[in-house]
C-alpha cells in the first residue's frame, strides 16, 4: 500500500506485492518533486503497530541524503532484521513499510510491505471456547 | 476477523479525527484568548476533546509563529517532577533557578505553554507552575471543571458529535445507536470509540482467556 500526503513526494518498495524474508535486503524507489530544495531527504524503514493501544514504532535502518536537489529519484537498499514479523491480530497489528520524508517541511510519502516466514503475516486467530482451552 | 490495522476505530484513526470548530468559532477562541490575557482553559468532562482541541489550538499557534511548551499530565503522570522525569514537560517549569534563567526562556521567542491535564497536579504544584507561567506570553490548559484559568472554551458532546466522528471514521452509525451509545458512556466519546473498536474487530477481544469465558 503506498501513501502520500502530498504528490510531490512518492516511494515503491520493489517486490512488495511479494512479501519478504526476515533478514532480506529490499531495495526502494524514490522519487521526489518539490518546489524548494529541501535540507535533507531520509528513506526510514521502520516497524509500527496499530489497532486498539498507544502506537509503537521503531526505525531499524535508514538512508540520508543530504542537501538534495528539488527534484530527483534514487534507488536503495534497506535491510530487514529478524524481526518482528508482519502480524496481525484482533486487538494490534504490526506493519512494516519505508516512508520518505523531506525535511524541513515534513512532507513525506510511504510504501507498506509484509515481512515473515513464508513471506507471510503472522495472523492471531480468536481465541477458541471449546471445552477444555 | 477484522485486523487491528483495518479497524476503522483504530487508535491512529480516531487521533487523526480533529475537534469540530468553524471558522467564526476559532476566530471566537483566539479573540476571548487575547481578551482575557492570553490565558485561558479548555474545560469538559472526560472524552469530551479538550486534548484534541489544544492539540488543534497548539497548531494554529505555531503556525502564528509562537514557541508551543507543552505539559502533558495524566492519571498516570500527576506532577511536574515526574512529567519531567519522563519527557512530558521541560525541566525549566519543575526545578528551581534563578527568575532570569526561567525569564530566558520564555523570552527566545513568543511563548505559550499548553497544558494538558492541570486537574491532576496538587495545589502546591500549581502554586509553583502558576508563579513561573507568569512570565510566558501565553497559557492554555485543559481541566475537568473551570476555575484554575478563566474559562476559554467548554467542550461538550452529544449523540450527533458521536454520528460525525462514526461517519468520518467509514463506520456510520443510526441515529438511535448513536444516542443509546453516548447514554451508555454518559457522553464520553473517547469510551464509546473504544467499545466501537471492540464490536468492530467481531467476536471476543480479550486480554485473557478467563474473561472471554466469563462473557461468552
Not at chain 2, 466519546?189 to 485473557?208: H, I, K, N, P
Amino acid at each position: 500500500m503506498n501513501e502520500s500526503d502530498t504528490q510531490e513526494m512518492f516511494v515503491e518498495v520493489v517486490g512488495a506485492a511479494e512479501g519478504f524474508l526476515p533478514g532480506q535486503r529490499l531495495e526502494s524507489n524514490l522519487l521526489w518533486a518539490l518546489p524548494e530544495a529541501p535540507k535533507l531527504i531520509e528513506a526510514r524503514l521502520f516497524w509500527r503497530t496499530r489497532g486498539k493501544g498507544t502506537e509503537d514504532a521503531e526505525v531499524v535502518d535508514s538512508h540520508r541524503i543530504e542537501r538534495p536537489a528539488a527534484a530527483g529519484k534514487e534507488t536503495i537498499s534497506l535491510r530487514l532484521p529478524e524481526a518482528p514479523y508482519s502480524f496481525s491480530g484482533r486487538l494490534v497489528s504490526i506493519v512494516w513499510g519505508v516512508e520518505l520524508i523531506a525535511e524541513p517541511s515534513g512532507k513525506s510519502a510511504l510504501a507498506e510491505f509484509v515481512m515473515g516466514p513464508d513471506r507471510k503475516e503472522v495472523v492471531l486467530n480468536a481465541v477458541s471456547n471449546a471445552p477444555g482451552t | 476477523m477484522l485486523p487491528a490495522r483495518d479497524n476503522p476505530f483504530a487508535v491512529h484513526r480516531v487521533l487523526a479525527l480533529r475537534y469540530r470548530l468553524s471558522a467564526v468559532e476559532w476566530a471566537e477562541v483566539f479573540d476571548c484568548w487575547e481578551k482575557l490575557g492570553r490565558r485561558g482553559a479548555i474545560v469538559g468532562p472526560h472524552g469530551s476533546g479538550k486534548t484534541t482541541l489544544l492539540e488543534d489550538m497548539a497548531r494554529r499557534l505555531e503556525g502564528d509563529g509562537w514557541k508551543v511548551v507543552w505539559v502533558r499530565l495524566d492519571e498516570q503522570c500527576r506532577s511536574l517532577r515526574a512529567a519531567v522525569e519522563q519527557g512530558r514537560a521541560p525541566s525549566f517549569l519543575a526545578t528551581g533557578g534563578k527568575l532570569d534563567e526561567r525569564e530566558h526562556e520564555f523570552r527566545e521567542r513568543r511563548c505559550v505553554v499548553v497544558l494538558d491535564g492541570a486537574e491532576q497536579l496538587s495545589r502546591l504544584d500549581w502554586w509553583r507552575l502558576s508563579r513561573r507561567l507568569r512570565h510566558a506570553d501565553g497559557v492554555v490548559i485543559t481541566a475537568h471543571r473551570p476555575g484554575l484559568q478563566p474559562t476559554l472554551w467548554q467542550c461538550r458532546t452529544d449523540p450527533g458529535i458521536l454520528r460525525e466522528l462514526c461517519a468520518e471514521l467509514g463506520h456510520p452509525l443510526e441515529m438511535a445507536e448513536a444516542e443509546a451509545l453516548w447514554t451508555r458512556f454518559d457522553g464520553n466519546v473517547r469510551e464509546a470509540l473504544r467499545w466501537l473498536y471492540d464490536r468492530t474487530a467481531g467476536g471476543c477481544v480479550v486480554t485473557s482467556p478467563a474473561a472471554c469465558s466469563a462473557s461468552a
